[in-house]
C-alpha cells in the first residue's frame, strides 16, 4: 500500500510563493506518475499538475501554467509544487495523489491535504 502526507501549506500574500511537499511511503517503486489536486472553498477538486515519475514528463491546468512547477525527487520519493505569481483564487486544500498499480490511469492513492490560502 501507499501513504501520501502533503506539508507545506500555509498563508502567503498575492504574488508570493509557496513550495508544497508530497511524501510517498510503502510501496512506491512502481509509481506511474503522481499529481496534485486541489478544491476551493464551496467547490469541486479540480486537477493541478501531473508528473510522470519515470522521464518526469509534466501537465498542467491551465489556470496555472506559468506560474506553477510540479518536480519530484525519485530518491526520496517526493513530488513538490512550486507555487508562483499566487493569487486570491488559488486559495485551496492542495490534494497529492499517485497512480500505480495494479491499474495505472487513476489516482487510486491520496493524501489528506494541505491548506494553501492567499490573501489580498
Known amino acids: 500500500q501507499v501513504q501520501l502526507v502533503e506539508s507545506g501549506g500555509g498563508l502567503v500574500q498575492a504574488g508570493g510563493s509557496l513550495t508544497l511537499s508530497c511524501a510517498a511511503s510503502g510501496r512506491t517503486f512502481s509509481t506511474y506518475r503522481m499529481a496534485w489536486f486541489r478544491r476551493a472553498p464551496g467547490k469541486e477538486r479540480l486537477f493541478v499538475a501531473s508528473?510522470?515519475?519515470?522521464?518526469?514528463?509534466?501537465y498542467y491546468a491551465d489556470s496555472v501554467k506559468g506560474r506553477f512547477t510540479i518536480s519530484r525527487d525519485n530518491a526520496k520519493n517526493t513530488v513538490y509544487l512550486q507555487m508562483n505569481s499566487l493569487k486570491p483564487e488559488d486559495t485551496a486544500v492542495y490534494y497529492c495523489?499517485?497512480?500505480?498499480?495494479?491499474?495505472?490511469?487513476?489516482?487510486?492513492?491520496w493524501g489528506q491535504g494541505t491548506q494553501v490560502t492567499v490573501s489580498s
Open positions: 495523489a499517485l497512480d500505480g498499480p495494479p491499474v495505472v490511469g487513476n489516482y487510486n492513492y
Open positions: 508528473i510522470r515519475w519515470s522521464g518526469g514528463s509534466t
